[in-house]
């Protein structure tokens, strides 16, 4: 047998055949959640946060089991654990992913956030307020001056404080929504 061979070929109680084809699909997985990972990652980027976080933001909701360790999540990332550390934190502090413990493990684990979403939304409504009361006081600041000097003071005011009345009901809304869906057995919702 030389060096270039398939040593699996060689050996009389495997079938290289059978492994191929069960490889190719487990391949070509690997392959399609480091692609979902990786698209994640440039979204995150695209709305101002760095693509790690959104790589490990992505991997953490496709990881089996749902908890990963920092270490676990330099292996699949390719990353530093300086990195994963920077990264789960600023995560951490985004309120998408919470640092848990096991029963019996001396180290952290990392998963999704229950309801990180909503409550994403309900701080995104903090902020909202504040651009409004911004525009206010700018409007405020330029109360004497003619109205096109203002107009854009006045979008940014408007826009904000339509948000700020309506987004309130699309939470009351999604709320009910998801009550609706937890409380239906899984036969029910599809």
């Not at 096109?148 to 309506?166: C, G, K, N, S, V």
């Given at each position: ?9 060689a ?39 760095p ?38 934190r ?9 640092r ?91």
């Amino acid at each position: 047998m030389s060096l270039t061979s398939d040593p699996l070929s060689a050996h009389p109680l495997v079938n290289a055949e059978e492994i191929q084809s069960e490889l190719v699909p487990n391949q070509q997985l690997q392959s399609d959640r480091q692609h979902f990972v990786e698209e994640v990652g440039l979204l995150f980027e695209t709305v101002g946060f760095p693509r790690m976080a959104g790589r490990v933001f992505g991997w953490l909701l496709i990881s089996n089991p749902p908890h990963q360790s920092p270490t676990q999540l330099a292996d699949v990332l390719q990353a530093s654990k300086g990195s994963i550390s920077t990264m789960t934190r600023l995560l951490e502090q985004l309120g998408l992913i919470e640092r848990v413990s096991l029963p019996g493990q001396r180290r952290d684990y990392f998963r999704i956030k229950l309801n990180a979403w909503s409550e994403l939304s309900k701080r995104r409504l903090d902020q909202i307020t504040a651009f409004r009361k911004l525009a206010e006081r700018g409007l405020t600041l330029l109360h004497a001056e003619p109205s096109e000097l203002t107009e854009r003071l006045q979008e940014m005011h408007d826009i904000h404080a339509f948000f700020e009345a309506e987004l309130p009901l699309i939470l009351d809304r999604w709320a009910t929504y998801r009550q609706a869906q937890t409380q239906s057995s899984p036969d029910d919702t599809r």
